[in-house]
Structure formats: structure tokens, C-alpha cells
T-cell receptor, first 115, second 113 residues
């Protein structure tokens, strides 16, 4: 009954360091998404993937890269962390788009602080 | 531009005091409106999907309704465990094959015993 699992749950980085956030889903969903959530801003889409081997930019993609080498995993990378990337990062997944779209299911987030 | 506005930003209720949360939206062809609940330190948890004006969905003390311009989340006789942030999101018909969502900033609900 895992659903969407994100690792790590917490991380503190120094400016300029790099890291990768991992998202894994066990629901056999086609689509996966990375969001960031900041106070007063709501959830904003960073990157998304509509299938294994495909990725696309969302609303706020700058400073991030992603990869989807396996259907169940979606990785979010920060090449050179900046204080503006301090946020809570959420991964979500959903079935492929249909006539009536199904909801996205979210993980519990990674809380990232950049000093 | 697609936009979602939720009001109020925060709402404090006494246990048993019914109320409604509002989600106003501007979207190019609504494909779906989604309500989520988010507890502190957790990810959003799906509650309802509404697809067309006039549609209603219910779950325990919650009832979601949809018009052409807004959605309401009605909370009847709330309990302290209903305390959470409630998020509204819409999907535009012009999002392509992505199922992308536009989220509001949420309503923080506190129910006092």
C-alpha cells in the first residue's frame, strides 16, 4: 500500500552543492510530476513525464533536471543548489489521460533547505 | 491565463459549526476540478473530482459542488479531525496529453472542540 514514496524526507545543502531527489510509485502509473510548494504560492509544476524515457518542462523548470529511466521512478536533480530552491518538493503520479482524467496521487514530500 | 483563487485563506470554526470554502477559477475549457486535503508535513490527499457544472460529490461531512465559475466545499458539522489545508486544482482542456493541474493556494481550516 505504498503509493508514492519520496526519498530523502529532509535534506540540508550548502549553496552550490548538487543532489538528487528520488520518487518511486508502485501503482503502474504512466504520468509522473515534480512540484514545489512555497508559502503563499501554492503547488507549482517543475517538470513532468508522460512515460518512461520522456520528460518535459513545467511552470518553474530553471535550475532543475529530471530523468525517467524506469516507469516507476522519477528523479529530480539540482546541479548547483541556490537558496531560492529552499522549498518542499512533492512528487505525484497519475494514470494516463483519459476521457475523464483521474486524480494525481502525491508523496509526502522532501523538505530541502539551501544555506 | 488559467487561474485558481481560494477563499478564505484561513477559517476557524467551532466543532459542529457548518461552513463553506470557495474555489473560483478561470480556465480555458475545464476538464476537471479536484479537491485535496493536506495535513501538516504530508502530501495532498485526493478528495473529489468534479467534471461539469451542476455535479456534486459527497464524502462523510464533506460535499463538493461545481458551477461554471466556482466550486464550493461544504463542511457539515465539522470535527477537530477535519482541521487541515484544503487545496483546489483545475485541469485545462488545452493542457494536452499531460493531465497538468493548476493549484490554488489553499484554505487553512481549524476546527476547535
Amino acid at each position: 500500500n505504498a503509493g508514492v514514496t519520496q526519498t530523502p524526507k529532509f535534506r540540508v545543502l550548502k549553496t552550490g552543492q548538487s543532489m538528487t531527489l528520488l520518487c518511486a510509485q508502485d501503482m503502474n502509473h504512466e504520468y509522473m510530476y515534480w512540484y514545489r510548494q512555497d508559502p503563499g504560492m501554492g503547488l507549482r509544476l517543475i517538470h513532468y513525464s508522460v512515460g518512461e524515457g520522456t520528460t518535459a518542462k513545467g511552470e518553474v523548470p530553471d535550475g532543475y533536471n529530471v530523468s525517467r529511466l524506469k516507469k516507476q521512478n522519477f528523479l529530480l536533480g539540482l546541479e548547483s543548489a541556490a537558496p531560492s530552491q529552499t522549498s518542499v518538493y512533492f512528487c505525484a503520479s497519475s494514470p494516463a489521460q483519459g476521457r475523464r482524467n483521474q486524480p494525481q496521487h502525491f508523496g509526502d514530500g522532501t523538505r530541502l533547505s539551501i544555506l | 491565463e488559467d487561474q485558481v483563487t481560494q477563499s478564505p485563506e484561513a477559517l476557524r470554526l467551532q466543532e459542529g459549526e457548518s461552513s463553506s470554502l470557495n474555489c473560483s477559477y478561470t480556465v480555458s475549457g475545464l476538464r476537471g476540478l479536484f479537491w485535496y486535503r493536506q495535513d501538516p508535513g504530508k502530501g495532498p490527499e485526493f478528495l473529489f473530482t468534479l467534471y461539469s457544472a451542476g455535479e456534486e460529490k459527497e464524502k462523510e461531512r464533506l460535499k463538493a459542488t461545481l458551477t461554471k465559475k466556482e466550486s464550493f466545499l461544504h463542511i457539515t458539522a465539522p470535527k477537530p479531525e477535519d482541521s487541515a489545508t484544503y487545496l483546489c486544482a483545475v485541469q485545462s482542456g488545452y493542457g494536452g496529453a499531460t493531465n497538468k493541474l493548476i493549484f490554488g493556494t489553499g484554505t487553512l481550516l481549524a476546527v476547535q472542540p
